[in-house]
């Protein structure tokens, strides 16, 4: 167990010193209390999604579920305080938030501003192009699948932005599709390519159906 605790010891401190190097003027601020945190240009997200998606959160008073501290003791108070390690996996896991919607190029910028011996935390989005897709191409479900049924599988068309959570779902609807039509073991296979210089993409959704399986007939001694 020593051993154990020792490695992620020097884990830890390697993804400390990697982040500092990254952003040094944010492990300057290393360790003061967060009084706020802000998240500029986020569209098109909201806000307060976004703060989910991240560690980095503002110290606040809450007690018995009321937003107060009791006076001259520490009891409510839940206390953030400025980690260069954990702000870089932010900016890590808000630029693939960004990436997953579509926006490739996304990058996103941490600030730290002294306020007296507290800090103010800010992440400023500066947002890709949108990939909007040319063709999306599906095979293996012919006379399984009509076309219309395919298309309400569907949760992109050509010409929308490419949005990755919304194109695996649509691999998932289909695969569903062909497993309750009795083909349990049916595959999806998935491809994309994009091009970010023209920000286009090209995807296909390969469906491998498999044998179908037949409810077993009941024995019979008539």
Not at 51 to 64: A, G, H, N, V
Not at 133 to 149: K, R
Request: glycine share 8%; proline share 6%; with cysteine.
């Amino acid at each position: 167990r020593r051993a154990d605790a020792g490695d992620d010891v020097l884990a830890g401190c390697g993804v400390r010193s990697a982040a500092t190097e990254l952003y040094p003027e944010v492990a300057e601020h290393q360790g003061r209390l967060i009084r706020e945190v802000r998240l500029v240009n986020t569209a098109p997200f909201a806000p307060d999604s976004l703060q989910q998606l991240i560690d980095t959160q503002p110290s606040r008073c809450r007690f018995l579920g009321i937003p107060i501290c009791v006076p001259f003791t520490r009891i409510g108070r839940d206390e953030h305080r400025v980690n260069v390690a954990r702000i870089a996996q932010d900016v890590q896991a808000l630029q693939q938030a960004f990436r997953i919607a579509g926006y490739f190029g996304t990058l996103v910028v941490p600030e730290v501003r002294p306020v007296n011996d507290d800090a103010e935390v800010t992440f400023t989005v500066a947002r890709g192009d949108a990939i909007v897709l040319d063709q999306l191409t599906v095979t293996g479900v012919e006379g399984i699948l009509t076309p219309e049924q395919v298309e309400r599988a569907l949760l992109l068309q050509p010409g929308d932005v490419f949005h990755l959570a919304r194109f695996t779902e649509s691999g998932d609807r289909l695969l569903r599709a062909l497993q309750r039509r009795g083909h349990a073991y049916a595959e999806v296979l998935r491809s994309f390519s994009a091009d970010t210089v023209d920000n286009r993409a090209e995807a296909s959704l390969d469906l491998v159906a498999g044998p179908g399986i037949r409810p077993a007939m009941p024995n019979c001694s008539c």
